[in-house]
């Protein structure tokens, strides 16, 4: 079965950087479009970002923009996401996603899978 495993989520001040890292297993890595989606508390679900299977092409939330970045290696079936210049509104559980769909990524919140998130949070 299809498994998202996500890690590298912790507790960090405001203004460092923090790495997270989602390996897949159970599907064919390269002919999936990645993401990540986060919730905060009491918040709705959002759109982080996400990656075209073939790697071309990358969306993000505005309000992620010029601060996080997406990357994936499908050697290693692995989507990362690295975070910079965290802010206490980035604080949430980060969810990585999956789906060959071939819709549009950019906001998009309808995966196919859904990892067991990773919980960021960043302190002032």
């Known amino acids: 079965q299809v498994q998202l495993v996500e890690s590298g989520g912790g507790l960090v001040q405001a203004g460092m950087s923090l790495s997270l890292s989602c390996v897949a297993s159970g599907l064919t890595f390269s002919t999936y479009n990645m993401g990540w989606i986060r919730q905060a508390p009491g918040k709705e679900r959002e759109f982080v970002t996400a990656?075209?299977?073939?790697?071309?092409?990358?969306y993000y939330a505005d309000s992620v923009k010029g601060r996080f970045t997406i990357s994936r290696d499908d050697a290693k079936n692995t989507v990362y996401l690295q975070m910079n210049s965290l802010k206490p509104e980035d604080t949430a559980v980060y969810y990585c996603v999956a789906t060959t769909s071939w819709g549009g990524l950019s906001g998009r919140l309808n995966w196919d899978y859904w990892g067991q998130g990773t919980q960021v949070t960043v302190s002032s």
């Open positions: 990656i075209r299977w073939s790697g071309r092409n990358s």
